[in-house]
């Protein structure tokens, strides 16, 4: 249902609405949380529509729903620019060990298989970030 669409419609609708969107913002927040955030991208991307979503269609609902609304939404972008930082702090040490001496690379060899698939899969998700230049 486009913003349009819903800023036309009852007061009840609007209200399913604002807490449906809350619940789907506290699963992305919970995903972040427990490391299943397949992409943080649409994280954002969804704490900026919803915002939307509340200015141009579910403003005047319901103040107690708009407040915590607004609430989830910090909590999904703090979540967001938390764990991008973690990363990136990540890349760097990751770096440093590979770049550093001979002895580095050897011992980052020794990690097992999994261990260096997630850190790349890590990286790839930190340079996907910093290449596609989406601000956070």
Known sequence: MDREHLA???Q?????????????????????????HWDLTFHQTYANESELLLLE?????????EVEMIESIAALREAVTTWLGRKAVTV???????CNDD?????FGMVSSE??????????EV???????RRL
């Open 103 to 107: 002895s580095s690379l050897k011992a």
């Open 115 to 124: 261990a260096r698939f997630k850190i790349m899969l890590d990286l790839a």
């Open 12 to 36: 009840n609708i609007k209200g399913i609405k604002l807490i449906d969107r809350i619940d789907n913002l506290d699963e992305c927040l919970r995903d972040i949380q427990s490391g299943v």
């Open 57 to 65: 269609a579910l403003k005047g609902t319901d103040l107690d729903l």
């Open 8 to 10: 036309r419609q009852p």
């Open 127 to 133: 340079l996907k970030v910093a290449l596609v230049g």
């Open 92 to 98: 760097v040490e990751i770096m440093k060990l590979l």
